[in-house]
């Protein structure tokens, strides 16, 4: 399989390091994803190396130009300028145009496509995360294999989606932390109901809290680069020691809030915390959104009737926007 080369250069280094993990994450084995802080250093690298693409500061990309083709960084959108890539735009969209540039598909090489990550997440208790997963994940899965995981120590998901096999994401978790492949025990753990396919929450607590980071990432990185799904929505509960883990994975997040009181300031404490951590990437990947009040929801015999609520037309009306 070729390698490619794609060269990165930029002065805010925390973001540019977790942008280049984030692309050596998403498109491994086919980039090599060099990172540097100065173009100097671009132009030592490029003049012993060859390069399919660079990605550097606006005002340096005539010079890298002559030597490969060049893309940089921008603050706002701009329509027709191919070089031009949105700092702010999806995840899933920037490796696409990154793709495009360097005339590659992003399921190359005969090679299934890694699944984007979205993870539904609020730090407000009862603004519907758990719904908004389940949506986002059949909605998805009407044109594409869509995996559903909920982290929650105490998940409503059995209440909702029938299970009938024994295993759960416990056991996932386990193949991660004994270095195993978690993605080559999908198939003793998956439930599915046509497009749609879910794992079973673990049943003790404990099975999440013990997993590391690593352990997590570790899970998440294995089951996106198996090739059984288009999409993963991760219903990001409170089973991860710390469910920014589990954030940091995803190319999007969907944040469903309430309007004002505890509600409002639980959000800022959240987002406040993110940015003393120097995590504002992941407020910039964040599509914040509410429910609308209605009582049809708790009125719901079968979890598939959400689709066609008010909470379901919400949802669906945010991934066509997305899309």
Same mark, same amino acid.
């Given at each position: 399989?070729?390698? %490619?080369?794609?060269?990165?250069?930029?002065?805010?280094?925390? #973001?540019?390091?977790?942008?280049?993990? #984030?692309?050596?994450?998403?498109?491994?084995?086919?980039?090599?994803?060099?990172?540097?802080?100065? +173009?100097?250093?671009?132009?030592?690298?490029?003049?012993?190396? *060859?390069?399919?693409?660079?990605?550097?500061?606006?005002?340096?990309?005539?010079?890298?130009?002559?030597?490969? &083709?060049?893309?940089?960084?921008?603050?706002?959108?701009?329509?027709?300028?191919?070089?031009?890539? =949105?700092? =702010?735009? &999806?995840? @899933?969209?920037?490796?696409?145009?990154?793709?495009?540039?360097?005339?590659?598909?992003?399921?190359?090489?005969?090679?299934?496509?890694?699944?984007?990550?979205?993870?539904?997440?609020?730090?407000?208790?009862?603004?519907? $995360? %758990?719904?908004?997963?389940?949506?986002?994940?059949?909605?998805?899965?009407?044109?594409?294999?869509?995996?559903?995981?909920?982290?929650?120590?105490?998940?409503?998901?059995? $209440?909702?989606?029938?299970?009938?096999?024994?295993?759960?994401?416990?056991?996932?978790? =386990?193949?991660?932390?004994?270095?195993?492949?978690?993605?080559?025990?999908?198939?003793?753990?998956?439930?599915?109901?046509?497009?749609?396919?879910?794992?079973?929450?673990?049943?003790?607590?404990?099975?999440? *809290?013990?997993? @590391?980071?690593?352990? #997590? +990432?570790?899970?998440?990185?294995?089951?996106?680069? @198996?090739?059984?799904?288009?999409?993963?929505?991760?219903?990001?509960?409170?089973?991860?020691?710390?469910?920014?883990?589990?954030?940091?994975?995803?190319?999007?997040?969907?944040?469903?809030?309430?309007?004002?009181?505890?509600?409002?300031?639980?959000? *800022? $404490?959240?987002?406040?915390?993110?940015?003393?951590?120097?995590?504002?990437?992941?407020?910039?990947?964040?599509?914040?959104?509410?429910?609308?009040? %209605?009582?049809?929801?708790?009125?719901?015999?079968?979890?598939?009737?959400?689709?066609? %609520?008010?909470?379901?037309?919400?949802?669906?009306?945010?991934?066509?926007?997305?899309?």
């Amino acid at each position: 399989m070729k390698e %490619t080369t794609v060269v990165i250069c930029g002065k805010e280094k925390e #973001w540019l390091q977790r942008f280049a993990r #984030w692309l050596r994450e998403k498109a491994q084995p086919r980039l090599n994803v060099q990172l540097f802080a100065h +173009t100097d250093e671009v132009r030592r690298y490029l003049a012993e190396h *060859r390069a399919e693409l660079a990605i550097v500061p606006e005002e340096a990309a005539a010079e890298f130009e002559p030597a490969c &083709p060049v893309m940089y960084f921008t603050e706002e959108e701009r329509q027709g300028d191919e070089r031009a890539m =949105y700092r =702010y735009r &999806p995840a @899933s969209r920037q490796i696409a145009q990154i793709m495009g540039m360097i005339g590659q598909e992003a399921d190359a090489d005969g090679q299934p496509a890694r699944a984007d990550v979205l993870a539904v997440y609020s730090p407000v208790r009862g603004a519907g $995360a %758990t719904a908004a997963a389940v949506l986002l994940g059949m909605i998805l899965a009407e044109k594409e294999p869509t995996l559903l995981l909920c982290t929650e120590r105490y998940s409503v998901l059995p $209440a909702l989606l029938p299970r009938e096999r024994e295993g759960t994401l416990a056991e996932l978790l =386990y193949y991660a932390k004994v270095k195993g492949d978690p993605a080559a025990h999908l198939s003793e753990t998956e439930e599915r109901e046509g497009n749609l396919v879910w794992i079973c929450p673990a049943a003790e607590p404990e099975d999440l *809290r013990s997993a @590391s980071e690593e352990d #997590w +990432t570790a899970l998440i990185l294995a089951v996106r680069a @198996s090739g059984r799904y288009r999409h993963i929505v991760i219903d990001a509960g409170d089973g991860a020691a710390d469910e920014v883990w589990l954030l940091e994975a995803a190319d999007r997040i969907f944040m469903p809030v309430k309007s004002g009181g505890i509600a409002l300031h639980r959000e *800022r $404490a959240f987002c406040a915390r993110l940015e003393r951590e120097g995590r504002e990437d992941l407020l910039e990947k964040t599509l914040r959104f509410s429910f609308p009040e %209605t009582e049809e929801v708790s009125e719901l015999m079968d979890y598939r009737q959400l689709l066609y %609520t008010q909470w379901g037309r919400t949802l669906r009306r945010l991934v066509r926007e997305e899309a």
